[in-house]
């Protein structure tokens, strides 16, 4: 087998790696010395796979949603890379990854030679046959991270007009997942063990509004249980859904939304590990010389809040990646930038919705505006207090000028005494600071 050598090397090639690839051509690289390992296709936009990807009309498909276009930024096609002399080696998994000697090995035995690596490995989901539940492996359970899982589901949905689906889990997957195959005639269930959805970021009063609208859409919502089981008929396919409450819900697709975790094991050992990611500094540098880590699998520090967090989200991935360029091409030439100084962002759209969080999610919490499920336009928020300051807000519905003003007070963090005229005043407190 031939090895190669590049100056730079990503492994990976998730959205981490496409935003990468565009700060170090704007930074300046020659032709040849950056290479991108993925052993899937050319970097793309992965939020599309939940939403306009599975919509029954108008569905978004490669080549259009190629980084850089979720940013708003130039669509980077596999030619891109050929014209910035970035060489695309795809199909390609590594197997092996020796920092000592900076060799990467793919499954296929070829070896790969750096000088500077970029992980960028991202996540895998968690998959219900990690935890040995009974017929798991059935036909059409499928699990959503790559293009490969979105075209399965789409030909599944085809294939099962008109049938039953049920998703398992109550988090982003669940409730986009949700409402794109009802969209698509599929006839809906969501099962999750948690008292309500999304717990990680949602309060009970932000929740209540979702599941009722989800409710109002005929989907249909079972709470405080888990999947335990699949039976599946005698093509294989699955059938229906065992809960641990006794229950048995028939279904034709189920998608399993429970989580996922960072691809470190290649590393496992040699470099420094925190909070079930890579550790790094503000410049997503690891501990060891030349090697960083960006987007999921990098546990950096939040400097906003003076801790060290770890963070799965694209907006993360998109931003960790250009700092860590930056970093390096700064350190080739002498400079300094300033540290990364990151403001946790989230967002999601399904249905007619579409809401954004920004800050941190602890404290006290105060509602406000219209969240009547019934509503023919709500809009509503929330904030959350922390020492007398808001750390975080939350807004269904805004416009681009409320969401940049909720993402002013995340920042700003104002200082605010009574919070019955934080609930009273709602987004108008926002918009004055």
Sequence with gaps: MVEKSFKYVIVGGGVAAGYAAREFAKQGVEPGELAIISKAVAPYERPALSKAYLFPAGTARLPGFHVCVGSGGERLAPEWYKEKGIELILSTEIVKADLATKTLTSAAGATFKYQILIIATGSTVIRLSDFGVQGADAKNIFYLREIDDADKLVEAIKAKKNGKAVIVGGGYIGLELSAALKINNIDVSMVYPEPWCMPRLFTAGIAAFYEGYYANKGIKIIKGTVAVGFTADSNGEVKEVKLKDGRVLEA?????????????????????????????????????????????????????????????????????????????????????????????YFYSRAFDLSWQFYGDNVGDTVLFGDNDPKSPNPKFGSYWINDGKVVGVFLEGGSPDENKAIAKVARVQPSVQNLDQLTEEGLSFASKI
Excluded: M, W
């Design 252 to 344: 034709d697709i189920v998608v399993v939304g429970v989580g996922g975790r960072p691809l470190t094991t290649l590393f496992k050992g040699q470099v420094e590990e925190e909070k079930g990611g890579i550790k790094t500094d503000a410049f997503f540098r690891t501990n060891v010389p030349e090697v960083y880590a960006v987007g999921d699998v990098a546990t950096f520090p939040l400097k906003l809040y003076n801790e060290l967090r770890r963070v799965e989200h694209v907006d993360h991935a998109r931003k960790s990646a250009e700092q860590a360029v930056k970093a390096i091409k700064s350190i080739e030439e002498g400079k300094t930038i300033d540290e990364y100084d990151y403001l946790p």
